[in-house]
């Protein structure tokens, strides 16, 4: 996904962005949902967070 760009997911329940496109975020304080063998897999919910309060805000699939 291209920086600045966006997609809709078939059910319009998921949006596609390019991680540098989700400023103020920070990676999951639980290490279970950051697993994946070079990135994130996103199997186990959501795996960044807001860094200013913690709230869960997305999930990023970025494995191979």
Request: glycine fraction near 14%.
């Amino acid at each position: 996904m291209a920086r600045g760009t966006y997609a809709i997911g078939d059910d319009a329940a998921a949006f596609v962005l390019h991680p540098d496109d989700l400023p103020g975020t920070a990676a999951h304080p639980d290490l279970g949902r950051r697993n994946g063998c070079c990135g994130l897999d996103g199997r186990d919910g959501p795996n960044l967070v807001c860094a200013a309060c913690g709230t869960e805000v997305a999930t990023e699939q970025s494995d191979c």
